[in-house]
């Protein structure tokens, strides 16, 4: 039995609100409440929630830039809050991150080069002549010329910064990327590209993704499994494929009908959720879902359902399954 | 009879300091739009979708111009108003409705006296009868409360509500023409589809005609029933949306429709090689040839012009219009 490369238990992460300096709080954000999953070594995780919902956060806490309020994170089997500093070090080279925005997250007065180098001589001690060699090859592994290396952000485009964010995360060799909405700030026919180089990439080195978008499409087309956020809670979590074929929580019928048909006679169970998302600051009752569900029954208002499992695999939190 | 706004042979194009760069943002582009109709315009970032918008409501940057080229609407040409005619009709007959809402809405002024302008200057309501009219726009467009929401300020509301207010304001001068560029790119999916619908109603209701920019073929295909693909400044094709979808003929058109994910299905996406070009710096022929994959000698030297598409739409390509080519669903 292969153990998985993370394994995440009941993360919970609250945010205090409101209260000026010594000031009482007025009440806690629960941006992460309570969610566990699992990524293989070699697979994608796909999240999909709208924005709120807590798909972010999530990714800090998986990047130890949070720390979490409760809950595990256990990395190749340790759990990464016991971790030494130099372990924990280590754990930052393996785990990295691609963000939305190639604009903002280059550095415009760094050369592409030293903008892909600086992981790697941060982590490891590498000879200029290691460095360069590195740099190369990764520019070639994202389909960029090596002389790109002299080359400025600003020189590329966003399609072309996309991949060296993409080569600047696997520099020092990580095991899981955390990639957070890579493609939605791309134009379309650059998303495709940027979506196949991710998977050449994981054919080739065997990476792990934990894939953030709120793209549904995209999400199931990238990853093996899918787990769907609503308000700090997973609500499904299923292989993405079966998903697609029967999506079970109401939330994700809801998110199926709202994605976008791929031809103008795509049939659509016509699912249109009233109201908006509810304030994080002060979630429904019983499961956060209910003022917006279709299917809402007396218990719902009462009772949190809980994420079980209904079939092999596949892990529904609603009571219309249990 | 005519159509309700004819585009003919639009030419903006921007010039850069003493004319030494010349961008051709928008470069011959003609369509028409009829009453109750949704025309849709597709295409990449900088292909010249928002300028085409822009020089309908001849709100164009002042480094930007006219070259040549009519816009008529209900037979009156745009392109000859002075900007206090067109002050008239903007808002009046024709209006906007723009990706970023935050943006389009003063913070300093409450949601009532927003979208009370239009129709206090265009249709001269006043008092009772006013606030009576800007109930009714935000009633329409779904806003829980009316009556309170009034007197709210855009901060208080929240990203889905400022787009339909956005919408209330759109609808306030009753225009024959809105012009939605990528309203919905900053909403999340489900309320995309709640907004979607609701300008899907409100054009039933009102028989408004919408013209759509966006980059999303999804939205095209829920939305529209005429579509228009833009690259480089020009409509490379042209076509009813089940013709766009099911018989397109550019192989730009079918490029895109290939790189887009489908649900459920993991085929390897199709990625256009190459980049968009610098609209200062076009490749010489057909704009696409650097990045098609059926190109022929001919793309390198002349530009296609337009083939009529027997009566349902157009396309510019040198590739010869059969049954076999458009193999298509």
Known sequence: MDRPLLDVRDLQKHFPVGGALFGKTRGVVKAVD???????????????????????????????????????????????????????QDYRRKVQV??????????????????????????????????????????????????????????????QRQRLAIARALSTKARLVVLDEP????????????ITLLEDIQARLGVSYLFIAHDLAAVAHVSQQTAVMYLGKLVE?????ELCASPLHPYTKALFAASLPSHPD????????????????????????????????????????????????????????? | MAPLLRVSDLRTYYFGFRGTRVVKAVDGVSFSVEAGETFG????????????????????????????????????????????????????????????????????FSIYDQVAEPAYYHQALRGQTLRQRVKELLAAVRIPSPERRMKDFPHQLSGGMRQRV?????????????????????????????????????QRATSVALIFVTHNLGIVAKMCDKVAVMYAGKIVEMQSVRGLFYRSRHPYTKALLDSIPKLGVKERLYGIPGQPPDLSALPAGCSFHPRCQQVMDRCRIEEPWQHDLNGDGNVRCWLPIDEETAGRG
């Open chain 1, 34 to 88: 309570g969610i566990s999953f699992t990524i293989k070594s070699g697979e994608t995780l796909g999240l999909v929630g709208e924005s709120g919902c807590g798909k972010t956060t999530t990714s800090k806490l998986v990047l130890a830039a949070e720390e979490p309020t409760a809950g595990t994170i256990e990395f190749e089997g340790r759990n990464i809050a016991e971790l030494s500093r130099a372990d924990l």
């Open chain 1, 98 to 159: 691609v963000f939305q925005d190639p604009y903002s997250s280059l550095s415009p007065r760094m050369r592409v080069g030293d903008i892909i180098a600086e992981p790697m001589k941060a982590h490891e001690a590498l000879s200029s002549a290691e460095v360069r060699a590195r740099v190369t090859e990764l520019l070639e592994l994202v389909g960029l010329r090596p002389d790109a290396a002299r080359l400025f952000p600003h020189e590329f485009s966003g399609g």
């Open chain 1, 183 to 194: 493609v939605s700030a791309l134009d379309v026919s650059i998303r495709a590209h940027i």
């Open chain 1, 237 to 241: 979590v299923a292989d993405s494929l």
């Open chain 1, 266 to 322: 795509e049939p659509r169970e016509e699912i249109v959720l009233s109201g908006e998302v509810p304030s994080a600051l002060n979630p429904p009752r019983g499961c956060s879902f209910h003022p917006r569900c279709p299917f809402v029954m007396p218990r719902c208002s009462e009772q949190a359902p809980g994420l079980s499992e209904v079939s092999p695999g596949r892990r529904v939190a609603c009571h219309l399954y249990n």
């Open chain 2, 41 to 108: 315009l597709v295409g990449e970032s900088g292909c010249g979708k928002t300028t085409t918008c822009h020089s309908i409501v001849r709100l164009l940057a002042p480094s930007a111009r006219i070259v040549s080229g009519s816009i008529e609407l209900e037979g009156e040409d745009l392109v000859k108003k002075s900007q206090a005619e067109m002050r008239r009709i903007r808002g009046r007959r024709i209006a906007s409705i723009l990706q970023d809402p935050m943006a389009s809405l003063d913070p300093l």
């Open chain 2, 166 to 202: 956005v919408g209330a304001i759109a609808q306030a001068g009753s225009p024959r023409i809105i012009i939605a560029d990528e309203p919905t790119t900053n909403l999340d999916v489900t309320i995309q589809l709640q907004y979607l619908n609701l300008l899907k109603e409100l």
